[in-house]
């Protein structure tokens, strides 16, 4: 399972590798371990995983999965490190909120957050700002930035995402 998440390789080619090694496994069997225990070593990873900053950069990007384009969204702290992904069939403001609080619901409020120039991602972070006033939360709300640079980080990884991390996280 760690070949197959960790590298760019498919089921038969592990099951070749294995096989050098004296390992009779099936492709069928990696592939049933993988969709079983890939979730809880995400669980298990994402409880390990170190605080991110309070400071975001947000972007989104569309790439082929199965042969279907989707809509790719994620944001890293100001120091690189992925706060979260979530992967959608459509580019919108719900999509958007959607993201926002998945991320939100496991790292906390950020103080700010820096996006690009798409609207529906201002609105996603409008609206959950309206919330937090309207539950009291006042001194809590999101600073919304759209300063091209500070979006640099995010934007210069779009490469990897493209390349091969669909293939790494098995989007096949």
Request: hydrophobic share 40%.
């Amino acid at each position: 399972m760690r070949y197959y998440l960790s590298y760019k390789l498919s089921y038969r080619e592990i099951e070749e590798i294995l096989a050098e090694r004296g390992i009779d496994v099936d492709h069928s069997t990696l592939n049933r371990r993988v969709i079983k225990y890939a979730p809880l070593l995400e669980h298990t990873a994402r409880q390990v995983k170190k605080p991110v900053a309070s400071s975001w950069r947000m972007d989104e990007t569309d790439i082929n999965v199965k042969g279907q384009w989707k809509y790719y969204y994620w944001a890293v702290d100001k120091y690189g490190d992925v706060i979260d992904f979530l992967l959608c069939d459509k580019r919108d403001e719900k999509a958007a909120r959607a993201f926002f609080q998945k991320a939100i619901g496991q790292h906390g409020l950020p103080e700010k957050v820096v996006i690009d120039g798409s609207h529906s991602n201002a609105l996603a972070l409008h609206h959950i700002n309206v919330g937090l006033w309207n539950n009291g939360y006042m001194l809590n709300l999101i600073e919304i930035l759209s300063i091209k640079y500070l979006n640099n980080i995010v934007e210069q990884s779009h490469h990897r995402v493209k390349g091969n991390m669909h293939q790494c996280l098995g989007w096949k």
